[in-house]
């Protein structure tokens, strides 16, 4: 089975700009959730999306926004960036029935 | 949310066990201790997780304290391929994983 796969795996922007993420989650699974790495804050939980319905959001501004498509596939939305959104952002899918996640590479963006 | 405690870092030799430890003595009843390792320039990877009673599977081994206040991570044999951050998370949503700093494991030849 093909692991989670992310695009772009780099992408630099500059402060102002949007940008857009993409996930595609292991075949078979209806869970897509979304984090934040960062060297000062490590890990941080964005959002959960499952059958199309976001079901949890972490703690971060409206700027950061998702969707996910009937096929499971999921991408994350950050407008008008700030230097402080540079980050790697990891995707992760899961099965209903299960609490294991599996994670994707990665997004590593650049805000200048 | 239940927090989980564990040191910034150990070094072990090759082929030698590792006993990662971490704390969590404000964890619920519901709550599964998972263990996640993120290797350099990848996504964090599941390594094991439980409940209550202890678990093995091909990648490790993880000992649970009766009083489920701790636990231990425990590699066999360590490798090369093992140096990475392990991450003791406490999970009873499924859906939402909080990780803390984690414990960055060196391995030396």
């Known amino acids: 089975k093909a692991g989670v796969t992310q695009t772009p795996r780099y992408l630099i922007k500059t402060r102002g700009q949007q940008v857009t993420l993409s996930c595609s989650p292991i075949s078979g699974h209806r869970s897509v959730s979304w984090y934040q790495q960062t060297p000062g804050q490590g890990l941080q939980f964005l959002f959960e999306?499952?059958?199309?319905?976001?079901?949890n959001k972490g703690n971060f501004p409206g700027r950061f926004s998702g969707r996910q498509f009937s096929n499971s596939r999921s991408e994350m939305n950050v407008s008008t960036l700030e230097l402080g959104d540079s980050a790697l952002y990891l995707c992760?899918?899961?099965?209903?029935?299960?609490?294991?996640?599996?994670f994707g590479p990665g997004t590593r963006l650049t805000v200048l | 949310d239940a927090k989980t405690t564990q040191p910034n870092s150990m070094e072990s030799n090759e082929e030698e066990p590792v006993h990662l430890p971490c704390n969590h003595s404000?964890?619920?009843?519901?709550?599964?201790i998972h263990w996640y390792r993120q290797l350099p320039s990848q996504g964090p990877e599941y390594v094991i997780h439980?409940?209550?009673s202890n678990v093995n599977n091909r990648m490790a081994s993880l000992a649970i304290a009766e009083d489920r206040k701790s636990s231990t991570l425990i590699l066999h044999r360590a490798t090369l391929r093992d140096a990475a951050v392990y991450y003791c998370i406490l999970n009873n949503a499924g859906n939402m994983l909080t990780f803390g700093g984690g414990t960055r494991l060196m391995v030396k030849p």
């Open positions: 439980g409940l209550t």
């Open positions: 992760a899918s899961r099965r209903a029935s299960t609490d294991t996640q599996y």
């Open positions: 999306y499952f059958s199309e319905t976001q079901r």
């Open positions: 404000t964890i619920s009843g519901t709550d599964y």
